[in-house]
C-alpha cells in the first residue's frame, strides 16, 4: 500500500536560510507525489508534483522537490526562505482505489520563518 | 474560474440537528472529494466521486451522508453528528479522477462545531 512519511513535525528556518522539509514514501510501483501547502486559515494549494517525467520538480514559490529512488526519497527544498513560506505543509501520494484514486496525506510539517 | 466554494465557511449544530454543506465548482471537473481536518492534523479523506458515482467512502459513518447531483455540486448531508465530529470539512475537485497525478483544487472548508 502507497503511504508517506514525514520526517519532522516541526521546522524553524530564519528569513534567508535554506528550507529542508523531508518526506519518505513507501509504494509498490513509481508513485505520484505531491507537496500542498496550507497557510492558517487557508485552503489547501498544489506547490508541485511528481509523475516520473522528471526526477528534479520545480514548483511555485521556488520551491522544488527531488524524487530519489534509491532513497525512496521526496523532500522539499528552498534556497531562502521568506516570512510568507510560514506554513503547514503537507507530502501527498496518490493510490488506486475501486476504479479511481485517492490521495493520502502525511503527517505534515509546520515550517516556522524566524525574522 | 479556479475556484472551488463551500458554504457554509462555519457551522454550529447540535447533536439532534440536521444540516448540510455545500461545495460547488465551475471549471468541469468530474471528481469531487470529501476530506475531514481536525486542529492539527492532516486532510483524512471520506469520499470520493467520480462522474457522478461514489467511488470510495472510506467507512465512513452513516451519520454522513454525502450526495452528488451533478457534476458540479457536491453536499454532505449530516444528521445525529457526535461532538468529536466537530472539524473543518474540505472538498476538493479534480479533472476526473481517473488519473494517479491529478492537481486536487480545495476550497476553504466548513469549520463545523458540534455541540
Known amino acids: 500500500a502507497q503511504s508517506v512519511t514525514q520526517l519532522d513535525s516541526h521546522v524553524s528556518v530564519s528569513e534567508g536560510t535554506p528550507v529542508l522539509l523531508r518526506c519518505n514514501y513507501s509504494?509498490?510501483?513509481?508513485?505520484?507525489l505531491f507537496w500542498y501547502v496550507q497557510h492558517p486559515n487557508k485552503g489547501l494549494q498544489l506547490l508541485l508534483k511528481?509523475?516520473?517525467?522528471?526526477?528534479l520538480v520545480k514548483g511555485i514559490n521556488g520551491f522544488e522537490a527531488e524524487f530519489k529512488k534509491s532513497e525512496t526519497s521526496f523532500h522539499l527544498t528552498k534556497p531562502s526562505a521568506h516570512m510568507s513560506d510560514a506554513a503547514e505543509y503537507f507530502c501527498?501520494?496518490?493510490?488506486?482505489?475501486?476504479?479511481?484514486?485517492?490521495?493520502?496525506f502525511g503527517t505534515g510539517t509546520r515550517l516556522k520563518v524566524l525574522a | 474560474d479556479t475556484e472551488v466554494t463551500q458554504t457554509p465557511k462555519h457551522l454550529v449544530m447540535g447533536m439532534t440537528n440536521k444540516k448540510s454543506l455545500k461545495c460547488e465548482q465551475h471549471?468541469?471537473?468530474?471528481?469531487m472529494y470529501w476530506y475531514k481536518q481536525k486542529a492539527k492534523k492532516p486532510p483524512e479523506l471520506m469520499f470520493v466521486?467520480?462522474?457522478?458515482?461514489?467511488?470510495i467512502n472510506e467507512s465512513v459513518p452513516s451519520r454522513f451522508s454525502p450526495e452528488c447531483p451533478n457534476s458540479s455540486l457536491l453536499n454532505l448531508h449530516l444528521h445525529a453528528l457526535q461532538p468529536e465530529d466537530s472539524a473543518l470539512y474540505l472538498c476538493?475537485?479534480?479533472?476526473?479522477?481517473?488519473?494517479?497525478?491529478?492537481?486536487?483544487?480545495f476550497g476553504s472548508g466548513t469549520q463545523l462545531s458540534v455541540l
Open positions: 476538493a475537485s479534480s479533472r476526473t479522477g481517473l488519473g494517479d497525478n491529478e492537481k486536487l483544487f
Open positions: 509504494s509498490s510501483y513509481s508513485p505520484s
Open positions: 511528481y509523475t516520473s517525467a522528471a526526477t
Open positions: 501527498v501520494v496518490s493510490a488506486p482505489a475501486s476504479g479511481t484514486y485517492k490521495y493520502i
Open positions: 471549471m468541469g471537473h468530474r471528481a
Open positions: 466521486y467520480s462522474y457522478e458515482k461514489l467511488s
